[in-house]
């Protein structure tokens, strides 16, 4: 695709790979924090996704990189640029909101056109632009459109080409397929991923509560709960590696152990037993942590670290099994491919996992908030 001209359209004329960084971002209503100290960088081109839980900051964040809220401590960057106090107009952001907010009296041409006529930008480079977006988006046939003829689907879309209209830097989007149908929203993730592709230096802030879309649209993935950033990396490194059991337990399935670190290297003890562990790195020897374990990564039948129990419960699931077995007074999951003959609940079984598949972590101090 050829670069089409460049325009000024504000003070960060688009186009060019901007990333955005929160430096020690703080968000009060009067006395409760809703954010917290946020420290994190997303890089030109990054598609970064925040997930958390309802109620963790998320949305929050998200505005403060906008300019809807003022952080009471902290700065936002984008592109290397302090914007801290400049207006949402003058930030270079595009954004789309879960309830698509496009104006119901405009067709959909003029919702488009609506932030390059905000802008300025010259009336005859105004009906390209839009014709550019509505091509990305795949809406280019709608244009005479009201919003009210359009599914929600394509309510959708339309508000993303009216987001990429300005040539943000910066895209922000805020739980954006929250409120379609899980078959369309599975067809917009998709669309989504083909749409970076085309808009490689368009860094993209991603709100969500929802691990799928975060795993599947995600570079890296800033995991939040209670107004704090708790972990960050890659969604193979959140799933292979969580740091806390906050991220092990909301980005993807996991049996999570009370164990005490030792006797030996790389091993911890649970109930009687000594399993072997990838490693034991920042717990003490002797100390309480939390073994993960991915349900998936259980193993029925004799193995390293062979944990013998009763099936206390038993799922089929199509093309897996998910066993529940009594453990040392836990319950211990392994999703298993589908058995030809399950046990019966009751028996007696084994299971077991590899030693790289165990990742100890800290003991969390009990509820702190
Ligand atoms: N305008 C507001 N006034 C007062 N409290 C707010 C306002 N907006 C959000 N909050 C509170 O801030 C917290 C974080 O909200 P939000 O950032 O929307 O979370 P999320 O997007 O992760 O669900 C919540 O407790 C919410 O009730
Ligand atoms: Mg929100």
Known sequence: MAAPPETAVGPVAAKTAAGIRFDHVSVAYGDHTVLDGLDLTVEPGEVMALLGPSGSGKTTAL?????????????VLIGGRDVTA????????????QSYALFPHLRVADNVAFGLKARKVPRAEIEPRVTEALELTGMAGYARRYPRELSGGQQQRVAIARALAIRPGVLLLDEPLSALDAQLRSGMLAELTRLHRELPDVSILYVTHDQVEALTLADRIAVMDRARLRDCGT???????????FTASFVGNANLLPVTAGPGDATVTFGNRELAVRGTEGV???????LCVRPHLVGLGEGPNALRGRLAELQWRGATHRLYVEVAGHRVMADVRELRTAPAVGDE??????????????????ADG
């Open 63 to 75: 505005r403060a990189v906008a300019g809807f809220v003022t952080p009471v401590s902290g700065r």
């Open 86 to 97: 400049l207006p949402p107009y003058k930030r270079g952001i595009g954004m789309v909101v």
């Open 235 to 245: 969604p193979r490194e959140l799933y292979r590696a969580p740091r806390t059991e």
């Open 284 to 290: 003490a020897p002797g100390a309480a942590a939390t």
């Open 349 to 366: 079984v084994t299971l077991h996992f590899a030693p790289e598949d165990g990742v100890l972590l800290p003991a969390e101090a009990g």
